[in-house]
């Protein structure tokens, strides 16, 4: 039973690109969530999603910061014209409810824009 | 505004000993907590879940306590391991979707 899957592990942008970020959850979960997490910083929320729609996106930057669950394929996370603060390690996260409780992360995304 | 604190400060022990971590919370009305572990570059591991109702909660060498008046949650880990050294994280919500993480306490246990 694979766990939470993301990729890339490592993505390098030059500042101005597109990051598109992908998280398959786990088998028969229907519920992703989304965090950053800055070096010496703690995880933070962004978004959380279900099958085509966006529930909470309260940690979201309200610019060029997008998140998709489509009903077939990965949740995507997308980062337009991307900035050095932007350079962080993205968590996916999924749950088989929409409680938050006992959530299944996956390895991350090191984004680094140079 | 909403807090979550950890001890910043690496937590030192001697293997065999009883590690015990602090999270702190400040403005949540938590329905449950949880308790995470981070290895370096790899995504948190859920280790316990604990109620409001509940005072204590123990997995194997895991202990949870949590006391609502003081706002507190200690994590035990006894007769520690080499193993165990990891960031351990605390979470809770408030009634929405949102989990949040206090930033963790680093723990290393030496042989």
């Known amino acids: 039973n694979a766990g939470v899957m993301q990729n890339p592990r490592h993505l390098v942008r030059r500042r101005g690109q597109e990051a598109r970020l992908r998280c398959s959850p786990m088998?028969?979960?229907?519920?992703v969530y989304w965090y950053r997490q800055l070096p010496e910083e703690g995880l933070k929320f962004m978004v959380y999603l279900q099958k085509e729609n966006i529930i909470d996106e309260s940690g979201m930057p309200k610019e060029r910061f997008s998140a998709e669950f489509p009903k077939e394929g990965p949740s995507i996370l997308r980062i337009q014209q991307v900035v050095r603060g932007d350079s962080a390690a993205y968590f996916c996260a999924s749950s088989p409810s929409g409680e938050n409780e006992k959530l299944f992360f996956g390895s991350g995304t090191q984004l680094s824009v140079l | 505004s909403q807090k979550i604190e950890q001890n910043s400060e690496a937590l030192n022990i001697q293997e065999g000993k009883t590690a015990t971590l602090t999270c702190n919370y400040t403005n949540y009305s938590p329905a449950y907590l949880q308790w995470y572990r981070q290895d370096p570059g790899r995504g948190p591991v859920f280790l316990l879940l604990i109620r409001e109702n509940e005072k204590e909660k123990r997995k194997e060498r895991l202990k949870v306590t949590f006391d609502t008046t003081l706002k507190q949650s200690l994590f035990h880990i006894t007769a520690s391991q080499p193993a165990d050294s990891a960031t351990y994280l605390c979470?809770?919500?408030?009634?929405?979707?949102?989990?949040?993480f206090g930033k963790g306490t680093s723990l290393l246990v030496t042989p």
């Open positions: 979470a809770l919500s408030n009634s929405g979707y949102a989990l949040n």
């Open positions: 088998k028969g979960h229907s519920h």
